[in-house]
């Protein structure tokens, strides 16, 4: 599953993601959905940070 996120106020945010499945790997990829890195994970989920006006794109393999 790939899921974008869109920071539109021009300011830095932190977000989290959680979703209501299990999930085995999340990796942060470019525009392309090619992989750069692993996602930030906690007990409750992804926790992301966002620059001024950044397209994240994350993607999501369930169990």
Avoid: N
């Avoid at 209501?20 to 990829?29: D, G, H, K, W, Y």
């Avoid at 906690?42 to 992301?48: C, M, Y």
């Amino acid at each position: 599953m790939i899921v974008r996120l869109y920071e539109s106020a021009g300011g830095r945010a932190g977000a989290r993601l959680t979703v209501s499945f299990p999930v085995v790997r999340a990796q942060i990829t470019d525009l392309l959905e090619r992989p750069l890195h692993p996602a930030v994970t906690d007990d409750r989920g992804l926790v992301l940070e966002l620059r001024p006006f950044q397209i994240l794109t994350v993607r999501l393999t369930p169990a």
